[in-house]
């Protein structure tokens, strides 16, 4: 879906892979090309250009640097058996540069050769680098119309990813955006090529970046012998297993108070900690997900008692306070509002029991409604 050429240099004696690209900036109050800034003016006398191209550069810099390796095996080499860092050298250079940006004082959508200063938000240079480094195409849904009446392969729909890279939609996937292996893929075909005696396997070097979400919710089920309702809140971690984040470890914290419906209600107050898998089918307005694990914790059981009836005496329950180990099992959407956050909503069922060797241990099957929000 796109035709771009990207630079890679491979340094045999001192092991490094360098993507170099140099940049030169020009401001200009319209822009050149007619049609990518077409908004609000702004004042040229205060804009500095200089502060510009710096930022332009740092981030490109910061953000594609220490993200993947190269490792070479199976071969005589001093450079094998070590993760190569693909390192990214963008400078500014107005002398020679590869690209000139059209630094324009106007509002507008900007492209890889035109930043609007009116619309520039910290993720574009970003994103246009790599256009510019990777040679990379765009992987977001293409909605405007008169863009597509200029190249309308723009609108297929095979081009649209939702796995969190930065070539998708980044301002959606705000600070979980990464570049993914695809994009740096032609580096470790050129490292084949370069080295065809040596394996060649491009690694992910780059931090993972956490997620955490809160929730709360309702239910009811059976509680030891009787009907009973539940009330929950609580928060998880989210630990990504890869870049598009479909697989995620799930760390958190969970309260509960469940009690019996009328005659007996006996109420238990539960807090614990809760570790599990989840799984996301992503999409580009709604992302489904379930999840499964468990949870141990401390119960504590609130003093209460029964009527007597018909001649029956009354059965006092608690206070007592004991371990309690539970499963957990659910599924549910998230509707994604934007900068990677969003609004959960889920089915789960749960299942568990007080870990004790007590006459009446306390055990539960519930099954509940949570909502929630990712950030």
Known sequence: MSDMTAVVDFNTATCEITIPYRFGFELEA?????????????????????????????????????????????????????????KISASHDDLDPDRVISVVTRSGRGDASTLCLGSADP????????????????????????TLADVPRWGRRERVRNDYNVMGSHHRFGR???????????????????????????????????????????????????????????????FPLS????????????????????????????????????????????????????????????????????GTPGTTFGPHTAAFGEAQLGGGIMRNLGSGGGLTADLNIRAGSELSDRHDPAYWVNFGVMLGGQF
């Open 243 to 310: 870049r598009d984040r479909e697989w995620s470890v799930l760390l958190g914290a969970q309260a509960d108070f469940l009690s019996q419906i009328m005659p007996a209600q006996r109420q238990f107050v539960l807090t614990g900690m809760r570790l599990g898998f989840e799984r996301r089918f992503l999409g580009t307005e709604v992302t489904g997900r379930v999840f499964g694990g468990g949870r141990i914790g401390v119960l504590h059981e609130l003093e209460s008692s029964t009527r007597p009836s018909f």
């Open 176 to 238: 979980f955006a990464a570049f993914h292996e695809r994009d740096f893929r032609h580096v470790l075909t050129f490292m084949r090529a370069a080295m065809p005696d040596c394996e060649a396997e491009l690694r992910s070097v780059g931090d993972v970046v956490l997620d955490y979400r809160i929730f709360a919710g309702i239910g009811g089920g059976y509680l030891s012998g009787a009907g009973g309702y539940a009330g929950t809140a609580g928060f998880d971690i989210g």
């Open 123 to 146: 993720g574009f240079p970003v994103h246009e680098a790599g256009h510019q480094l990777l040679g990379r195409g765009d992987e977001y849904p293409e909605r405007d119309a008169d």
């Open 30 to 86: 319209d822009d050149p090309s007619g049609y990518s800034c077409q908004g609000t003016a702004l004042d040229p006398a205060q804009v500095n250009l200089g502060q510009i191209a710096k930022d332009y550069v740092d981030a490109v810099n910061a953000a594609m640097n220490d993200q993947f390796a190269i490792r070479l095996g199976d071969c005589d080499h001093g450079c094998a058996g070590q993760n190569i860092p693909i």
